[in-house]
């Protein structure tokens, strides 16, 4: 297992009421999220637990350009991996800040 946290500056806060979701299940190949906006305003805080030793610098990335594509400001990301591919990764982001937009 590896632990590491992950943390960004969003253009703006993500707009929403919703407080907290979570997307995804760990299971064969995925992951779960919890979302919760408990950051200040721009901020984005992503604690990673994953099973793939080694790919910090992947996460990095990914985390990156999904901060640059959602703006996520203000939330908080926990999540559990084990052994998603970047793309699901992107995606299980994607929907989770769906999710919180939507939620009253």
Sequence with gaps: MEK???RAQARTSL???GKQ?????VASG???ILLERTEPDQTVVVDVVTS?????????????DFVTRSSPGGVRFSIHDNGARPDTVMLRLMQGVN???KTA
Excluded: D, K, S
């Design 4 to 6: 590491f946290t992950i």
């Design 15 to 17: 707009p929403g009421r």
């Design 21 to 25: 979701a979570i997307v995804g299940v």
């Design 30 to 32: 995925n992951l779960e």
């Design 52 to 64: 793939a030793r080694g790919f910090q610098t992947v996460w990095e990335a990914v985390i990156a």
């Design 99 to 101: 999710v919180l937009e």
